[in-house]
C-alpha cells in the first residue's frame, strides 16, 4: 500500500507503551499485509492482474459508499492522491507481483517508497535531510541494488522496475497526502477506491480485453475469491483502520520496527506455499533496504503526530 486524516489537533496524546493487545493488532496488520503478497500472487494467477485490482476498488467502493462525503477545498488532492495512490501504484504494483517469478523481490521494492518520498519532500516541499537520513537513503536504494543484480531476480528485472516505478508512484501521492486536511480516514478510502477502479477497469480493457467478458468466464476458484477477500476485508479495511488507530496512540519510533515484518512475512510466505528460491543477495538486499527504511520512518516520524495512511502491501 493511504493518506492523512487530518485531525491532527483533536489527536490524544500518544500513549506511552505498547500493551498486549497494541502488539497484537500491529502483529495481525502485518500479517495482513505480508500476506496480501502471496494470495495476489495466486490470484492473479487465475484472473487477469489489472482485473483483479480494479475489482478490488470497486468493492471497497460499493462497502464505503456511506462514507463518501464532499470536502471543500480537497477534493483535488483527493483526487490525485487516488491517481497516484491507487491507480498508478497499485496498477503497476500488481503487474510487477504478476510478472515476478518470486514474491521476495517485490515485497522489498515496494518498501522503496519511504525513501522516494524523502527525496520529493526536498525537491518539492524544500525539507533538509540529516546525515542520518542521507545515510539511509543511501543504504535503501543500494539495498535493491543487490536484490535487483541477483541473477535469479535479473532473469525478471522489467516486473521489478515496475514494482519500483509503482513505489514512485505512492511518494508522489504522499506528497499531496501531506496538504489533506479534514478528511477522516474511511472517507478518503472510499474517494481513493471510487476514483482508483474506473483507470484500472480501462486499463483492464484497453490490455486484457473487456472486464464484464472475462470475469463471466474466470473460473472464479478459491484463490481469486480468497485473493479478493483478503485485499478488500483484511489490507483494505480492517488493516488500515487498525493503523490509524495504532498510530494515533503511540509515537511513529515505538512501532517502526513492526511495520517492517509484512514485506518479511511476505517474502517467507513465498518460500513456504509457492516454493520461492530466498538467495543470499535477496536477504542481504533485503535487509539493508529495510534498515534504510526504518532509520527514515523513525527519523520522519519525529515531526509528525497524524500518520499518513499509506499502503504497506497490496
Do not use: C
Not at 27 to 39: C, D, K, N, P, R
Not at 65 to 78: A, D, E, S, T, Y
Not at 274 to 289: F, H, N, Q, S, Y
Amino acid at each position: 500500500m493511504t493518506a492523512e486524516t487530518g485531525h491532527r489537533d483533536s489527536v490524544a496524546a500518544p500513549a506511552p507503551g505498547l500493551s498486549m493487545v497494541d502488539i497484537i493488532v500491529l502483529l495481525a496488520m502485518q500479517i495482513a499485509w505480508g500476506g496480501s503478497f502471496v494470495i495476489s500472487k495466486i490470484a492473479v494467477a487465475e484472473i487477469p492482474p489489472l482485473l483483479f485490482m480494479g475489482l478490488r476498488f470497486l468493492i471497497v467502493s460499493i462497502l464505503l459508499i456511506r462514507f463518501l462525503r464532499w470536502h471543500k477545498g480537497q477534493m483535488l488532492n483527493v483526487l490525485l492522491i487516488s491517481l497516484f495512490t491507487g491507480s498508478l501504484n497499485f496498477g503497476f504494483m500488481i503487474q510487477g507481483l504478476a510478472m515476478a517469478a518470486d514474491v521476495a523481490p517485490v515485497a522489498i521494492a515496494v518498501q522503496l517508497g519511504a525513501p522516494f518520498a524523502t527525496l520529493l519532500s526536498v525537491l518539492v516541499l524544500h525539507e533538509r535531510l540529516g546525515v542520518w537520513r542521507i545515510a539511509a537513503l543511501a543504504i535503501s536504494f543500494a539495498g535493491v541494488l543487490v536484490v535487483g543484480l541477483d541473477p535469479a531476480v535479473f532473469q525478471y528485472g522489467d516486473a521489478l522496475m515496475m514494482v519500483i516505478f509503482a513505489a514512485f508512484m505512492m511518494a508522489v501521492g504522499t506528497i499531496f497526502m501531506r496538504r489533506v486536511r479534514g478528511v477522516p480516514v474511511y472517507s478518503m478510502q472510499a474517494w481513493i477506491a471510487l476514483f482508483a477502479w474506473p483507470p484500472l477497469m480501462a486499463a483492464s480493457f484497453i490490455l486484457e480485453g473487456a472486464p464484464l467478458g472475462i470475469v463471466t468466464t474466470v473460473d472464479f476458484g478459491w484463490g481469486v475469491i480468497a485473493g479478493l477477500a483478503w485485499v478488500v476485508f483484511g489490507t483494505s479495511l480492517i488493516g488500515h483502520a487498525a493503523y490509524y488507530w495504532i498510530m494515533q496512540r503511540h509515537e511513529v519510533g515505538l512501532t517502526a520496527p513492526f511495520m517492517l515484518l509484512a514485506p518479511i512475512l511476505g517474502a517467507a510466505g513465498g518460500a513456504y506455499f509457492l516454493g520461492d528460491v530466498i538467495t543470499w543477495r535477496m536477504v542481504l538486499g533485503g535487509a539493508m533496504t529495510l534498515a534504510g527504511v526504518l532509520i527514515i520512518t523513525v527519523r520522519e516520524g519525529r515531526g509528525r503526530r497524524a500518520p499518513e495512511l499509506a499502503e504497506r502491501g497490496l
